[in-house]
């Protein structure tokens, strides 16, 4: 197995040239695979700004997830503020979203408070008063619970008129909080799980759409092949070549949004799997510089590999044109990237971290490919003259 491994490798033929392209096809699709499984992972651990119940809700509690609340039992509507009422009779609390987030719980007479019923109104998140509504048939009668030095008050006259403590009260404010973090909770783990779906049906989509391409490009040539009076093998090198040539006059742009691409999609992998036990934000910044480090190690062996196989007088020198389409590329690549982000979840707000962090990375990353490209020459020279 390993000598045909090695036969492939050394191969020129059009065939072998197809083979090592399934294979590394094979291999970036995995590798895009576990990117979005350590991601997965890095959401679940940590999300920017996402730290408390308090950031899930001020993020959820809003029209843009109506309808993933609705498939975990609630009914979302909109008429000025935001409601979510729950369908369950276990869960009494309904929510609204307007310059806060207002938590409410009606209860109905029980044995002990007899007749009386009465609705609970706490701001979620804030050192607020606690709002009580009392009703008797048509007897109606409002209630404050102040909140002072670190502890709520007793309102005797609530007491007085409706039966009830006012710990009593407190502990089903309590309670009603509790039950609304829970909510939360469940919905973070759906969103999470969701985005973890698209990110991989995303990748699932651009690799059957190269299968697709593979597929209608090989019956093209085995069509001409057998009309034609030229070996098969022939019509796939005049196919690869017109190929490469298409995309040669975009080669510089090309290989500045391939190195920001790989160096996003390594980055999560390293984070997760190799600097596990660092702590974020460290770990971050830390992971994008080994993935920066990686690509370019690896940019670095095609150029001087492609290099080798070309006369001395024919390789290609970078110039500030050169540069100026790579930049472009990694621009054009980051905003790709982006569309992708806010496509697939919308847990990262727009903001420059995004973008500096990337173009530092991207940028190491091809001065380090100049370096070790250089080191290589220098190297070259020296046995040759050796």
């Not at 404010?173 to 698209?198: D, W």
């Amino acid at each position: 197995m390993k000598k045909l491994i090695r036969k492939v490798i050394k191969n020129k033929t059009p065939f072998a040239f197809v083979i090592k392209i399934v294979i590394l096809i094979g291999l970036s699709y995995f590798v895009l695979q576990l990117s979005n499984k350590a991601k997965n992972i890095e959401e679940t651990k940590y999300i920017p700004d996402m730290k408390n119940s308090l950031d899930y809700a001020e993020h959820y509690i809003t029209w843009r997830y109506g309808r993933d609340w609705e498939k975990l039992g609630y009914i979302a509507k909109s008429d000025g503020l935001y409601y979510l009422i729950p369908r369950t009779a276990s869960i009494t609390w309904e929510l609204s979203r307007g310059y806060d987030i207002l938590l409410q719980n009606r209860l109905d007479s029980t044995k002990e408070t007899k007749d009386i019923n009465y609705i609970i109104n706490i701001p979620y998140g804030e050192e607020t008063p606690i709002m009580v509504t009392f009703w008797k048939k048509e007897d109606y009668a409002s209630y404050q619970i102040l909140y002072e030095n670190g502890h709520y008050v007793s309102n005797p006259e609530m007491e007085k008129y409706s039966g009830i403590t006012t710990d009593e009260i407190i502990n089903h404010a309590e309670e009603m909080c509790a039950s609304f973090e829970s909510e939360l909770r469940k919905m973070h783990e759906y969103q999470i799980e969701k985005v973890r779906k698209r990110r991989k049906n995303l990748a699932n989509l651009g690799f059957i759409l190269f299968a697709i391409y593979m597929f209608y490009k090989w019956r093209f040539i085995m069509a001409e092949a057998t009309d034609g009076d030229k070996p098969t093998e022939q019509y796939l090198e005049e196919a690869i070549v017109n190929t490469i040539h298409k995309f040669t006059r975009w080669k510089y742009a090309l290989s500045g949004a391939t190195i920001l691409f790989w160096i996003y999609i390594l980055r999560p992998v390293i984070s997760n799997f190799i600097l596990f036990g660092v702590e974020n934000p460290v770990n971050i910044y830390v992971s994008y510089g080994i993935s920066a480090m990686i690509v370019a190690i690896a940019g670095c062996f095609v150029i001087v590999r492609n290099g080798a196989e070309k006369p001395e007088n024919t390789r290609g020198k970078m110039g500030s044109w050169q540069i100026v389409q790579m930049t472009a590329g990694c621009i054009l690549e980051m905003f790709i990237i982006r569309l992708g982000m806010v496509f697939v979840s919308d847990f990262y707000p727009r903001s420059l971290r995004f973008y500096i962090i990337n173009g530092i990375a991207w940028i190491g990353a091809v001065f380090l490919v100049f370096i070790l490209k250089k080191v290589n020459c220098l190297v070259m020279k020296k046995k040759k003259f050796l």
